[in-house]
């Protein structure tokens, strides 16, 4: 079975402070994605990643970056964190078409 | 821009009886569609996928046909069990882009009651 695995699996932070999510996967994938999931909105791209080095925007980048820094970890970064940035993160790994594998998603709090 | 619609947001159902979750797209490419399961507290996970015109795909008891006709890709099961109580997601991909990045519905939420 793939496994990707994120951490924290809860976090909570302050508005203006900054967070980073991790995620690490073992698949020898090399497409990486950030999701966000939201109440009525499903799952909304935030980065994806080609493969080590290569970070890409999503359909809701803004406030948001990314680092690809070697295939197996993908990491997303806020840097200003506001509370509008609560949510749960899903970080996914994929090729080709083929099934795309979630971690288990960490809650994230905004205070 | 390309879209995923899941007109229902939540779904109850009574054990054995059927079910039908809708689905419906909107892109200029032709598609592989998806449908994704999760469960309460869990990631969510692959169910079916399908990038063939009408033919039916199936996996765990539930089936979909993909209608590029209608743009539709329904997921159905004939008798619900109370372990498909789970949030039911259907997304979109393109397979000529290398990124292979999925656009997902809002998702329906079934519950199924004794």
Not at chain 1, 62 to 77: C, H, M, T, V
Not at chain 1, 82 to 109: H, I, K, N
Not at chain 2, 20 to 41: A, D, E, G, K, R
Not at chain 2, 68 to 80: G, I, R, T
Request: charged share 15%.
């Amino acid at each position: 079975e793939a496994a990707v695995t994120q951490s924290p699996r809860n976090k909570v932070a302050v508005t203006g402070g900054k967070v980073t999510l991790s995620c690490n996967q073992t698949n020898n994938h090399n497409n990486m994605y950030w999701y966000r999931q939201d109440t009525g909105h499903g799952l909304r791209l935030i980065h994806y990643s080609y493969g080590a080095g290569s970070t890409e925007k999503g359909d809701i980048p803004d406030g948001y970056k990314a680092s690809r820094p070697s295939q197996e970890n993908f990491s997303l970064i806020l840097e200003l964190a506001t509370p509008s940035q609560t949510s749960v993160y899903f970080c996914a790994s994929g090729d080709r078409g083929v099934t795309l594998y979630f971690g288990s998603g960490t809650r994230l709090t905004v205070l | 821009g390309d879209s995923v619609t899941q007109t229902e947001g939540l779904v109850t159902l009574t054990k054995g009886l059927p079910v039908m979750l809708n689905c419906t797209y909107q892109t200029t490419y032709s598609p592989f569609l998806f449908w994704y399961v999760q469960h309460l507290n869990e990631a969510p996970k692959l169910l079916l996928k399908s990038s063939t015109d009408n033919k039916r795909t199936e996996h765990q008891g539930f089936y979909a046909t993909l209608h590029k006709s209608s743009s539709s890709f329904h997921l159905q099961k004939s008798s619900v069990q109370l372990s498909d109580s789970a949030l039911y997601f259907c997304a979109l991909s393109d397979p000529s882009s290398g990124s292979w990045q999925l656009i997902f519905g809002s998702g329906t939420q079934l519950t199924v009651m004794p």
